[in-house]
Structures are given as C-alpha cells and as structure tokens.
C-alpha cells in the first residue's frame, strides 16, 4: 500500500478521506504517535522543531530499513 499525505483538504464522511485518500482508520491511527511525539517536543522544549522532525524521520526510515 502506498501512503498518501494530506492534502489540507479533508473530509469525514464515507469510509475514507476524499482528499488524500486514506482511510479513516488510518488517519485515526497516524494521529496518536503524532500527538505522542509533539507531547514530547514541547515537553523537551525543542527550538529546533525542524531537525525533530527530520530525526524522526530519518529514524522511521532506518527502522522500515532494518524490517522492524
């Protein structure tokens, strides 16, 4: 399956998102590590939201890599 991000033009109705394509489930699913990993940023106070995020990043693509 491909991921597909949002597209800022989001619906609610049906079983998935008419503007990017997902699945409720999904974008229900995507929310809470999100919410997790803000927690944690303003918790640590980063200035640099920028290389949090790359870092993440980087760090979910070396997991997938690795076939965690």
Request: net charge negative; charged share 30%; proline share 3%.
């Amino acid at each position: 399956m491909k991921f597909n991000p949002c597209t800022g033009k989001c619906t609610e109705e049906g079983s998935h998102c008419e503007g990017c394509g997902c699945s409720h489930e999904e974008i229900a699913e995507m929310r809470e590590p999100v919410a997790m990993l803000v927690e944690l940023a303003h918790k640590m106070q980063y200035e640099n939201i920028d290389d949090f995020a790359n870092a993440v990043a980087d760090s979910i693509k070396y997991e997938m890599e690795l076939g965690h």
